[in-house]
């Protein structure tokens, strides 16, 4: 692959990965969550599975290889995508959640050394805590808030778990998957998710939407871009960099989110998160430079 082609694959990752808050903040007035998700994580199930037949890619050998995949995806697919749907339908906005998502970073780096074996630096811890300070920044002002711009705890804190999942599927995968197959690791990955969302929709007894284009539009964007484009790229680059420094692109994420649903939905920030936002996103550039 041509160098500039390889250098671009960051960007994209960051503003699909962006995109996908949005979604979650546009399909909210149109579709239960749960529902939503489950639907959408059994479409790009069955699309990553005829890919990977069409390629001829090689499936899991053995039920390791398949229990490693499904575990992923349950945590980096089920509960996160569930998670952080479930949030941002109960009022978090959407700019909020891609930031507690870019909190990944801290705790990956924090178990990348003890499970992985990557030296994490004094530079790139300094990195992570900045970005650390500028969520806190985002985040202190606004909790429990009940105007517009507040930020519901109980939502919040969903939103948190999520993100937990999503830090403990991505060690997973860089640990146990990191040999297999791309596409059908993709393809397991989000068959786990859907046998974790379809209960949880089930259980939670939520309501079929009204199909029209404004939700297939949204799940069609979900399914094809948020998730077949966007997981394909978060697990090549987890492949080939080290997890605490891929996991800092994360801190992108949500000032490009936020900037996304202001333009569509008018959501803003106060002049202390915009400064958090800043905050943070520089401690990408000292986190993706060091060792």
Not at 208 to 228: R, Y
Not at 269 to 280: C, R
């Given at each position: ?9 960051p960007a994209a ?211 094809l871009v948020n ?65």
């Amino acid at each position: 692959m041509p160098p500039f082609v390889t250098g671009l694959i960051p960007a994209a990752f960051v503003l699909i990965w962006a995109s996908g808050f949005v979604a979650a903040r546009y399909v909210a007035p149109l579709s239960e969550p749960l529902v939503f998700v489950a639907a959408r994580l059994s479409l790009v199930a069955l699309v990553l599975a005829g890919i990977a037949v069409a390629l001829g890619a090689r499936w899991p050998r053995d039920r390791l290889g398949w229990r490693d995949a499904l575990v992923s995806g349950v945590l980096m697919q089920g509960i996160y995508v569930a998670g952080v749907f479930w949030s941002v339908k109960h009022g978090l906005p959407s700019g909020i959640a891609a930031l507690v998502g870019s909190l990944q970073p801290l705790l990956t780096a924090a178990a990348s050394e003890p499970l992985l074996g990557e030296r994490v630096g004094p530079r790139r811890w300094a990195g992570i805590g900045l970005g650390f300070l500028g969520a806190g920044m985002v985040l202190a002002p606004k909790v429990g808030h009940l105007d517009p711009a507040g930020i519901p705890p109980v939502a919040l804190t969903v939103c948190l778990a999520a993100m937990l999942a999503m830090t403990a599927g991505t060690l997973w995968q860089k640990r146990k998957a990191a040999k297999t197959d791309l596409v059908t690791n993709a393809a397991i990955q989000f068959v786990g998710g859907a046998a974790f969302a379809v209960p949880l929709a089930l259980l939670a007894g939520e309501p079929w939407p009204t199909v029209g284009l404004p939700l297939g539009m949204g799940m069609a964007w979900s399914v094809l871009v948020n998730s077949v484009a966007g997981i394909l790229l978060l697990m090549a680059l987890i492949r080939r960099g080290a997890v605490a420094g891929v996991a800092s692109l994360f801190f992108l994420v949500p000032p490009v989110s936020a900037a996304i649903a202001y333009a569509m939905f008018g959501e803003t920030l106060t002049p202390v998160q915009v400064a958090g936002m800043a905050v943070a996103a520089a401690g990408v550039a000292v986190a993706s430079r060091s060792r």
